[in-house]
């Protein structure tokens, strides 16, 4: 049995499928936390208790944020892993290298843009989630930030990076699971598109629409 | 796309005279390049002349020089087989090269692949993976009925484009993460369709990944590099077959190593 199970996480296919699992719970993340966001176009009150309500759903919010943690440090884990693999794949760089077809801008960066995601993930959360919300709420905290067009403009690009980190990854993630037909897979391909979109603009409008009203 | 009848190039071709030589680029004008040649036969007219120099010829492999055997496999200009889309190098013409062009040729690379000589690499590892698993076993006897195992046609068909791949690796040279993927995915997926290789499938897969993983390639990323580089045209289809197929096995298949 002990075979089984290490073989399924250690081979390389084992790798991706983690990798897979994982990031589609970071997508399904994104658009509960997207849907959340949608609570600070209410204002101010509706927003703070929002995350307030959130914060009370004890012990499920524990649970629920060790759980995304875990996920996260997987995902992280695992893509370092196959990075430094795929490095070692090759030894030898070749001399001139073209794209015959295929390649994209975001499958070609994933571990690049992957790096940044992460370092904006620790910024935000440093920013948004690990400071003192009980003499300055939420809400005002990140209008306050958001009234500031250099935070507005790094959050505007982090999300472009993200956007391309889903452009590769949702219809990946597919492959991965080895969901791949002539009828669906074009259209797994523009759901793609449509999720890095709503994800990409979603997100990054926020921050736009506090700057404009503050 | 060249419209002349000869033209003058010059290739930057890797040279290298050994495994444990560490290589080098050597830059050679050849002129008088018939353009009706192949890019190979434009390669045996220049060693003609390097032997006629008394210098070392450029070493290539090949064979059957109709694009079915898959002995041949170079980068040119960084693409296997050259940027002809569907052929391999010896069906690529130097038509397709204009006069003054300089054409970087290199061996196909990955650390799975040694360098033998120059242009000459080592392609055992894919025979390897194939050993692991990529048959079936057959009592031999008369030959069986026509009809006696019913087979769709469509799957008929599926198994056979998986089965067009000749296995020369370019997807492995093309794949930016040095990933044999493509290739064991087709191998993979000409038995699983087939009933006939229905009954050893969840043992071969993973007997083949676990060797195509000791052999030392990378890990596949999805780029799709491999399928618009194979001179066959097999569809990364195959690979979500392999994925599948692997999940299959590991959850529910007997294990082929160590038990």
């Known amino acids: 049995m002990n075979g089984y199970i290490t073989f399924l996480f250690s081979s390389s296919i084992g790798k991706k499928l983690l990798m897979a699992v994982t990031g589609l719970c970071l997508i399904g993340f994104l658009a509960m936390h997207l849907l959340g966001n949608t609570m600070a176009y209410a204002g101010a009150t509706a927003f703070n208790d929002y995350a307030k309500k959130l914060h009370s759903l004890e012990p499920y919010f524990t649970v629920f944020n060790i759980g995304l943690l875990t996920i996260g440090l997987v995902h992280i884990l695992i893509g370092v892993i196959l990075f430094f693999e795929n490095l070692r794949a090759r030894p030898r760089k070749y001399e001139v290298f073209k794209n015959p077809g295929g390649m994209t801008f975001g499958s070609r960066t994933m571990p690049y843009t992957g790096i940044l995601i992460l370092i904006f993930v620790i910024m935000h959360l440093l920013k948004f989630t690990f400071v003192d919300k009980s003499v300055i709420p939420i809400y005002q905290q990140m209008a306050a930030t958001f009234a500031n067009p250099g935070w507005v403009l790094m959050y505007v690009v982090a999300m472009v990076i993200v956007a391309f980190h889903i452009s590769h990854g949702f219809w990946s993630l597919f492959q991965t699971f080895g969901i791949n037909h002539p009828r669906y897979t074009p259209l797994i391909m523009r759901l793609g598109l449509v999720v890095t979109l709503v994800i990409g603009i979603g997100f990054g409008i926020l921050p736009v629409y506090l700057l404009i009203i503050a | 796309m060249s419209e002349h009848e000869t033209i003058n190039i010059t290739l930057k071709v890797w040279r290298q005279n050994g495994p444990e030589d560490s290589g080098r680029f050597e830059t050679i004008p050849v002129a008088d390049v018939d353009t009706h040649s192949s890019f190979l036969e434009m390669l045996d007219f220049l060693n003609e002349k390097l032997i006629l120099e008394d210098k070392e010829p450029i ?141 050893e499938a969840n043992t071969r897969v993973l007997s083949m990944l676990q060797e195509m993983d000791a052999c030392g390639f990378g890990n596949c990323t999805n780029h799709r590099v491999c399928e618009a580089a194979c001179p066959k045209e097999v569809s990364i289809t195959h690979i979500a077959r392999f994925n599948r197929e692997f999940l299959k096995a590991s959850l529910f298949g007997r294990m082929p190593m160590g038990e």
């Open chain 2, 59 to 199: 070493e290539f492999d090949n064979d059957c020089r109709e694009g079915i055997c898959g002995t041949c496999g170079i980068m040119v200009n960084g693409i296997p087989h050259g940027h002809g889309k569907g052929m391999t190098v010896c069906q690529l013409h130097m038509r397709e090269f204009d006069d003054g062009d300089t054409i970087v040729v290199e061996p196909f690379r990955a650390r799975a692949y040694k360098v033998i000589q120059d242009l000459m690499v080592d392609r055992s590892p894919l025979e390897k993976i194939i050993q692991a698993g990529g048959y079936i076993s057959v009592n031999t006897g008369g030959a069986p009925d026509g009809n006696a195992v019913p087979v769709a046609q469509e799957k008929s068909e599926e198994a056979m484009d998986a089965a067009a791949c000749i296995g020369c690796g370019a997807c492995v040279a093309s794949c930016p993460n040095a990933s044999a993927m493509l290739f064991v995915s087709a191998k993979v997926s000409q038995f699983a369709l087939l009933p006939q290789g229905r009954a």
